[in-house]
């Protein structure tokens, strides 16, 4: 992208078509790209094609708003496309909605001249042009709107390489990190995930002029995912295989595991699934696992250790987000003081405890249930590029306290009796260490989640995480019953870390 733009060549409709794609997987809520060109240009081919592709339906009705001015779509977000051309004045804009309409979606809009100045400043220009056969597009403007844009142009440059470029592109999931997902199809091939995965930007320092995301050791680059997915395939663990790899920009096409989760059809968590998860976890920590991993061929992967620095940053973000939500003050020192001291006095007993390959987010929606295979091959393991040395009773909390599903006890229970029976199976295994480990990750981890879950909401603008809150404060009340951890307990109780909060 230079200073002028982008510019696209379109060779026929099927071109415009995949733009239109290519511009809805970047397009975001409060979105505004205006459409100039003149008749026939391909305007409405385009506006057709984003509209369907964030609604994920390729027969919707998409009629041009010539004489309605507005027509809206009920889409992944709500799309607006404005045809302004009978715009009897700027003031009728306000009679449209134009600025309600940003607050819960985006906007298309043609002839934008006739808004004067009423334009959001970050607004993308798009102007399409007849050349030759085809027609060429220029995209300008200014804000992150573009270079998501950009972003999404460079990822069907990718597919092109990759013999994908004439690919359907749809979205899948996202996550709470930058990263994010699509599916797509190509002549009724089995369909790919096409994952995306910039650089990690690592923010402001915080502590001991370092930014958070170096002292927690989160992955900055998408060479972590293939190092770690490599050593685990070679472990026997299902992971995605890459079609195609471009670690410099952060794009990977992989292989699509299916869609098998661990819930029925009430939403119910299904105990058998999660007595399997834990069963491959005794697999996988029964293991030696290096901390130099390789990725391809002349490029390592440092495999970071879950030291205490980590540990304690994350759990500083309870103090630092959610005691400041729910008391509406910041922390006092007195607090952060005794937060810290019940901590680091804990944190003493995992010396010498056994240490694995620790993927993180070991959880369901990170894991495909693949019910026509057998034995470990039925979990499919598709998130662990930001993979730690740590203790190995981490992933067990992780898995048995499902973070986005409520876990009732007797089933947290069955998960880590699946789990002691598969180590004790296989060799020494000693229970009682294991069991306080899990008590003190399982507190580091719910203590931390309730700190992003409210950062979410509070920074990123991500309101949902709050519905989660409850029951992560349940499995921490859950974790601090273990008897080790009764100072701790005690020091939640007292400043009241474990009560019912309305946010």
């Given at each position: 992208?230079?200073?002028?733009?982008?510019?696209?060549?379109?060779?026929?409709?099927?071109?415009?078509?995949?733009?239109?794609?290519?511009?809805?997987?970047?397009?975001?809520?409060?979105?505004?790209?205006?459409?100039?060109?003149?008749?026939?240009?391909?305007?409405?081919?385009?506006?057709?094609?984003?509209?369907?592709?964030?609604?994920?339906?390729?027969?919707?009705?998409?009629?041009?708003?010539?004489?309605?001015?507005?027509?809206?779509?009920?889409?992944?977000?709500?799309?607006?496309?404005?045809?302004?051309?009978?715009?009897?004045?700027?003031?009728?804009?306000?009679?449209?909605?134009?600025?309600?309409?940003?607050?819960?979606?985006?906007?298309?809009?043609?002839?934008?001249?006739?808004?004067?100045?009423?334009?959001?400043?970050?607004?993308?220009?798009?102007?399409?042009?007849?050349?030759?056969?085809?027609?060429?597009?220029?995209?300008?403007?200014?804000?992150?709107?573009?270079?998501?844009?950009?972003?999404?142009?460079?990822?069907?440059?990718?597919?092109?390489?990759?013999?994908?470029?004439?690919?359907?592109?749809?979205?899948?999931?996202?996550?709470?990190?930058?990263?994010?997902?699509?599916?797509?199809?190509?002549?009724?091939?089995?369909?790919?995930?096409?994952?995306?995965?910039?650089?990690?930007?690592?923010?402001?320092?915080?502590?001991?002029?370092?930014?958070?995301?170096?002292?927690?050791?989160?992955?900055?680059?998408?060479?972590?995912?293939?190092?770690?997915?490599?050593?685990?395939?070679?472990?026997?663990?299902?992971?995605?295989?890459?079609?195609?790899?471009?670690?410099?920009?952060?794009?990977?096409?992989?292989?699509?595991?299916?869609?098998?989760?661990?819930?029925?059809?009430?939403?119910?968590?299904?105990?058998?699934?999660?007595?399997?998860?834990?069963?491959?976890?005794?697999?996988?920590?029964?293991?030696?696992?290096?901390?130099?991993?390789?990725?391809?061929?002349?490029?390592?992967?440092?495999?970071?250790?879950?030291?205490?620095?980590?540990?304690?940053?994350?759990?500083?973000?309870?103090?630092?987000?959610?005691?400041?939500?729910?008391?509406?003050?910041?922390?006092?020192?007195?607090?952060?003081?005794?937060?810290?001291?019940?901590?680091?006095?804990?944190?003493?007993?995992?010396?010498?405890?056994?240490?694995?390959?620790?993927?993180?987010?070991?959880?369901?929606?990170?894991?495909?249930?693949?019910?026509?295979?057998?034995?470990?091959?039925?979990?499919?393991?598709?998130?662990?590029?930001?993979?730690?040395?740590?203790?190995?009773?981490?992933?067990?909390?992780?898995?048995?306290?499902?973070?986005?599903?409520?876990?009732?006890?007797?089933?947290?229970?069955?998960?880590?009796?699946?789990?002691?029976?598969?180590?004790?199976?296989?060799?020494?295994?000693?229970?009682?260490?294991?069991?306080?480990t899990y008590a003190i990750m399982a507190a580091q981890r719910n203590s931390k989640i309730l700190g992003i879950f409210v950062r979410l909401d509070r920074r990123d603008g991500k309101p949902a995480y709050l519905r989660h809150l409850p029951r992560i404060r349940d499995y921490l009340r859950r974790a601090l019953a273990h008897p080790s951890l009764a100072d701790m307990h005690a020091f939640y109780e007292t400043h009241g870390l474990l009560e019912e909060r309305e946010l």
């Open positions: 992208m230079s200073d002028a733009g982008l510019e696209v060549f379109l060779a026929d409709a099927a071109a415009t078509e995949r733009l239109g794609e290519d511009l809805a997987m970047a397009l975001r809520p409060g979105d505004v790209l205006a459409l100039r060109g003149d008749l026939g240009a391909g305007k409405s081919t385009l506006a057709r094609a984003l509209i369907r592709a964030l609604a994920d339906d390729l027969g919707l009705d998409v009629p041009s708003p010539t004489f309605t001015l507005v027509q809206s779509y009920d889409a992944r977000f709500p799309v607006h496309h404005f045809d302004l051309y009978r715009l009897s004045s700027q003031a009728e804009l306000d009679e449209l909605g134009f600025d309600d309409a940003l607050t819960e979606g985006a906007a298309l809009v043609e002839w934008p001249e006739r808004a004067g100045g009423r334009l959001p400043s970050d607004t993308v220009m798009i102007e399409l042009e007849h050349r030759g056969e085809g027609r060429s597009v220029r995209l300008s403007g200014q804000g992150e709107a573009l270079q998501r844009i950009a972003r999404s142009l460079a990822m069907r440059g990718f597919l092109d390489r990759a013999g994908w470029g004439n690919a359907q592109r749809r979205h899948f999931i996202g996550d709470a990190s930058a990263r994010s997902y699509e599916i797509v199809v190509q002549d009724g091939s089995a369909s790919c995930v096409l994952m995306n995965s910039p650089r990690l930007v690592m923010g402001p320092p915080v502590r001991d002029g370092k930014p958070y995301a170096e002292i927690a050791h989160t992955a900055q680059s998408v060479t972590a995912f293939v190092a770690i997915g490599r050593a685990l395939h070679s472990a026997g663990v299902s992971v995605p295989e890459i079609y195609a790899q471009d670690l410099e920009q952060g794009f990977l096409l992989l292989e699509h595991l299916g869609s098998g989760g661990f819930l029925d059809s009430q939403g119910q968590p299904i105990a058998s699934r999660y007595a399997a998860a834990g069963e491959l976890l005794a697999m996988m920590q029964r293991r030696l696992w290096p901390d130099r991993l390789e990725a391809v061929p002349g490029v390592l992967h440092d495999v970071p250790p879950f030291d205490r620095d980590a540990m304690l940053i994350e759990v500083d973000l309870l103090v630092d987000w959610y005691v400041p939500a729910v008391t509406g003050q910041p922390a006092s020192d007195a607090l952060r003081a005794g937060y810290h001291g019940v901590w680091n006095t804990v944190l003493d007993r995992l010396a010498g405890r056994e240490y694995s390959l620790m993927l993180r987010d070991f959880h369901s929606p990170n894991i495909i249930w693949r019910g026509d295979r057998s034995g470990h091959d039925r979990l499919g393991i598709v998130d662990f590029q930001d993979a730690l040395i740590g203790p190995s009773a981490y992933d067990v909390a992780s898995l048995a306290m499902d973070a986005r599903v409520t876990i009732a006890t007797d089933i947290e229970h069955s998960t880590l009796e699946a789990y002691v029976a598969a180590r004790q199976a296989a060799g020494p295994f000693d229970e009682g260490e294991f069991r306080e």
